[in-house]
């Protein structure tokens, strides 16, 4: 069973930087793809971006430029750096494994995920 564990939540003030971490388990790690998915408070889940099973990340445009998704297969751990950090990045981070490749409108769906992590939580003050 595929396990998940995201680590790195905290709060930072507008212009910091968190890095998300996602330890995974019990899966051939290579190949799944894996996405990064966040959720404010009264809004719907909204998919960040992924690395899909051949390497290709993919970034909402709401994080382009800002948010980097890179993995350590080695470490089976998958990470989420944030910069630039703006008050509406608010929420709880989750970390999610599917099977790929996904490619782009597929891998920020969450209906194509069947493992999730329990979240960690990001808050951005202004």
């Known amino acids: 069973q595929v396990q998940l564990v995201e680590s790195g939540g905290g709060s930072v003030q507008a212009g910091g930087s968190l890095r998300l971490s996602c330890a995974a388990s019990g899966y051939t790690y290579s190949n799944y793809c894996m996405g990064w998915f966040r959720q404010a408070p009264g809004k719907e889940r909204e998919g960040v971006g992924g690395i899909d099973s051949d390497g290709t990340t993919y970034y909402a445009d709401s994080v382009k430029g800002r948010f980097t998704i890179s993995k350590d297969n080695a470490k089976n751990t998958l990470y989420l750096q944030m910069n630039s950090l703006k008050p509406e990045d608010t929420g709880m981070y989750y970390c999610?494994?599917?099977?790929?490749?996904?490619?782009?409108?597929?891998?920020?769906?969450?209906?194509?995920?069947?493992?999730w992590g329990q979240g960690t939580q990001v808050t951005v003050s202004s």
């Open positions: 999610a494994a599917g099977i790929g490749p996904m490619g782009w409108v597929r891998i920020v769906d969450s209906y194509e995920y069947n493992d």
